[in-house]
């Protein structure tokens, strides 16, 4: 039994017309719908692509609006409503947020930041959608379609990732270049009052994410490729990996891994695991443990290049993956 790729589509194809030294046009990241049957990827030519699950088919493109490309690298350039299978939210490099209906693609609104725009999520009630810009924090209303609230004193730098927590509407964390991990309840009023536990990772951080069997735990991978493990309430340090990547044991004729991709937390196991990748498109998904980082398997003949974007948890014995060979690879468990 191992991972293999199921199917596989390259939704902008290269043309014969298309110089040689033209960047190839991939997916950034994933999102799914709330009934799980329809996948949202925003690429680097500003395009956000909808396909079908299950065969990789594209269903439809939701056009690029002049000038504005999505936001590379940080965080969601799209992300679905947690509750309306057809409502989905867009962010470009510059300062809008845009409602679309997926069965029209018809963009239904337009949200209009004071600064660019790093990062989205919207949480699990449909009421809030938070987004992340170069210091600030801002919360708009959902149902009035009005900014609710900025925080402007937690962060000092750069915004990486917003994340709701997956059950409690109120509960946000956010991440920085800064190096700090904030977690705010919402519900408490303000920023001050808000602001519930400061993480300091030490240095920038490129993804910061919930786990555990209540989500009561914080997972933190850095730009200098720690990670670290944290308890969201008390914001007490439990697991400390200096250089996690260099523990990967990745085999000989498969070489080093050279990057981080992702990690993921498995509920049924309650296991975290690291996804790294090679720039020839292999990647290694490693189980953390308290002595390092164990492989378990290899996901490899699915992508010839770097891989940037995992969708893991939606669909158990699926994984879907997006790479800068401009493919879109469905892996399934034989």
């Known amino acids: 039994m191992s991972w293999r790729p199921e199917r596989a589509i390259v939704p902008v194809p290269l043309s014969d017309a298309t110089p040689a030294t033209a960047p190839r046009v991939f997916p950034l990241s994933f999102t799914h719908s709330a009934n799980r049957a329809v ?17 990789l088919n ?22 679905f409503s947690r509750q309306t299978p057809h409502l989905l939210f867009t962010h470009s490099n ?29 949480n699990s009630d449909d009421t809030t959608l938070a987004c992340g810009g170069e210091e600030n924090l801002y919360f708009w209303d959902l149902r009035a379609m009005a900014l609710r609230s900025c925080f402007s004193d937690s962060h000092s730098d750069l915004v990486t990732q917003v994340r709701f927590h997956p059950t409690n509407p109120n509960q946000l964390l956010s991440s920085s270049l800064d190096g700090l991990v904030c977690l705010f309840d919402l519900s408490l009023g303000g920023e001050d009052e808000a602001l519930t536990t400061v993480i ?32 969201a309430e008390h914001g007490n340090r439990m697991l400390d990996l200096k250089n996690a990547r260099a523990m990967i044991p990745a085999p000989t004729e498969q070489g080093m891994v050279d990057y981080f991709v992702d990690a993921h937390y498995d509920s049924a196991t309650q296991h975290i695991c690291t996804i790294a990748g090679t720039h020839a498109g ?25 891989v940037r974007c995992i969708e893991w948890d939606c669909e158990p014995g699926v994984i879907m993956t997006g790479g800068e060979d401009g493919k879109i690879c469905r892996w399934a468990f034989y």
């Open 58 to 79: 594209i269903l439809s493109i939701i056009p690029t609006k002049p000038g504005e490309t999505c936001a590379l690298g940080l965080d969601y350039g799209a992300c």
């Open 200 to 231: 300091n990772a030490e240095t920038s951080v490129s993804i910061a994410n919930f786990f555990g069997p209540q989500y009561e735990n914080v997972l933190v991978l850095t730009a200098i490729e720690t990670l670290s493990v944290w308890n």
């Open 94 to 122: 510059q300062n809008t947020i845009r409602l679309w209906d997926t069965r029209s693609r018809e963009c239904l609104n337009v949200i209009t930041n004071d600064t660019p725009i790093t990062c989205i999520d919207v």
């Open 282 to 306: 292999v990647l290694h998904i490693a189980q953390v443990a308290p002595t390092g980082l164990n492989t378990m398997f290899v996901l490899e003949g699915g992508h010839t290049d770097t």
């Open 39 to 55: 996948d949202a990827a925003p690429f680097t030519d500003g395009s956000v692509r909808l396909f079908d699950r299950q065969d």
